[in-house]
């Protein structure tokens, strides 16, 4: 299951704004891997057409994903560019990964190796997708 951004849901303020899709794909990964893989290869054409984006606030990528402990360390690539943006790529990515038991916690870093909370058991997301 594959989360992306609802636009309807978005502008109409109703959340959630985050939709799932189906994607069918060999196991050559960790599901989380493969999820976050997917997510930064965008809607399908059918998907874009029912309303569905990919909000990827500046980032192109990801470079690597770790889990341990429980929290899942997500490490961006291409820059960062919330544009003050209050919804950001961080509500997709957590919505992605919280599908999986064995992730409690999400850190997403940006290409710089930057998060505003880097220890301990918590969420956290690095300063520029910050309003």
């Not at 509500?91 to 990964?97: D, K, R, S, T």
Request: glycine share 8%.
């Amino acid at each position: 299951t594959v989360y992306f951004t609802d636009e309807e849901s978005y502008a109409a303020g109703v959340p959630p704004f985050e939709s799932s899709v189906t994607r069918l794909v060999a196991p050559t990964a960790s599901l989380p891997e493969l999820v976050l893989t997917e997510f930064f290869k965008g809607p399908t054409a059918e998907e874009s057409a029912a309303g569905l984006a990919a909000v990827m606030s500046g980032f192109t990528g990801y470079s690597s994903l770790l889990v341990q402990d429980g929290i899942a360390h997500v490490y961006l690539e291409g820059p960062c560019a919330s544009l003050g943006a209050t919804y950001t790529i961080a509500q997709p990515i957590f919505a992605n990964l919280r599908q999986f038991s064995e992730i409690q916690w999400i850190k997403i870093y940006d290409a710089g190796g930057d998060t505003e909370e880097p220890a301990g058991p918590s969420n956290s997301i690095p300063f520029c997708l910050e309003p």
